[in-house]
Structures are given as structure tokens and as C-alpha cells.
């Protein structure tokens, strides 16, 4: 039996170009009692994983960290809406959207989409997958696909849809 790849990309070059060149919107689908999709929003710039700060002996997490990573369990937990941890592989998608510097020129922020400067994209996906750990899934070694988007938009904040892996393969 030969699989056959669905979707952007599916054998030809410039679907694959556009798949990778488009930022991509998700939307949240309802859930039951075992989520199969979940998305949500964490409002404000978005922050990357630190390592803890060190004063001597005493290790801490740096403030705007540990307010971020409040902001995306209650954005989490209130997506999950009392259901369970997902269980099973995962899909996670990223879009971490920053607002265009004012200082720069009309023409430069214009043109601006991809985002190209620290903080760096896996920093900023580390912090919300342990941010979300025990809310949206049992633990973020489950997360088996990763895609984390940084772009320019009109309004800073972080987008995050979760699915099974597992629901994509039956369908």
C-alpha cells in the first residue's frame, strides 16, 4: 500500500515554498472530555526561557519570566476547560508575534514579517511548553512535532495550538 502526503507541499515546490513562507492562523475547535485540539493565546510581548539567575548559592527565576509563564497556564487552563491532560504523541505550533519597532522607517517596517532577532524561537517555545506541562499535557516529552513561527504583527502575543498526533493519523 503506497501513503500518499496530503496538504501544502504535497509533491510540488512552489505548494512546499508557499507552506513555508506563509505564516499559518490557527483557530481553537471545541473539545470533549479528552482534548484532541486545543489553541489559545498568551496576550503581551512574548519572553524566552532564562536560566535562573544565581545570587550565590540562591538560584531564581527571572520576574518577567515567571509573570509570563502565569499568564500562559491561566491562557491554557482556561482553553483546556476542566479537561484532562492530553495523553499520546503531540503536535505543538508556535507563532510568537512581536510588534514592529517604531524607530524604524516606514519603507523597513512595511516589509517587516519574519522576525529574525533574539529572543530565539526555541527559547521562546521551551517557556510555553513548560509553562503548559500538567495543564494542556502530562509532561512536554510528548511534544513529538514542533513549529514555532516569529513574525511582526499589529499586536504582540503568543499563539499556541496543541493536537494529537495520534487523531491526525486515524483521520
Known amino acids: 500500500m503506497t ?5 501544502p507541499g504535497a509533491g510540488d515546490a512552489e505548494g512546499l515554498a508557499n507552506y513555508h513562507n506563509e505564516p499559518k492562523n ?3 475547535e471545541s473539545i470533549g472530555s479528552q482534548a484532541e485540539f486545543v489553541a489559545f493565546t498568551i496576550p503581551g ?3 524566552a526561557f ?5 545570587n550565590g548559592k540562591i538560584r531564581f527565576t527571572p520576574k518577567r519570566q515567571r509573570d509570563f509563564m502565569a ?3 491561566l491562557a491554557a487552563a482556561k482553553a483546556m476547560a476542566g479537561a484532562p491532560p ?3 504523541p ?11 519597532p517604531s524607530s524604524w522607517t516606514k519603507k523597513r517596517r512595511d516589509a517587516a514579517r519574519w522576525r529574525t532577532a533574539r529572543p530565539d524561537a526555541d527559547n521562546v517555545a521551551k517557556l510555553v511548553a513548560d509553562a503548559i506541562n500538567s495543564i494542556v499535557y ?6 513529538a512535532a514542533l513549529e514555532v513561527q516569529e513574525i511582526y504583527g499589529p499586536v504582540a502575543g503568543v499563539t499556541v495550538a496543541v493536537s494529537s498526533l495520534e487523531e491526525a493519523a486515524e483521520r
Open 86 to 88: 492530553m495523553s499520546g
Open 45 to 47: 510581548e512574548p519572553v
Open 90 to 100: 503531540l503536535r505543538m505550533a508556535i507563532r510568537a508575534s512581536y510588534i514592529v
Open 26 to 28: 490557527y483557530s481553537a
Open 138 to 143: 502530562e509532561d512536554d516529552a510528548q511534544i
Open 3 to 7: 501513503h500518499q502526503r496530503k496538504g
Open 71 to 73: 499568564l500562559a497556564k
Open 50 to 54: 532564562a536560566r535562573s539567575g544565581g
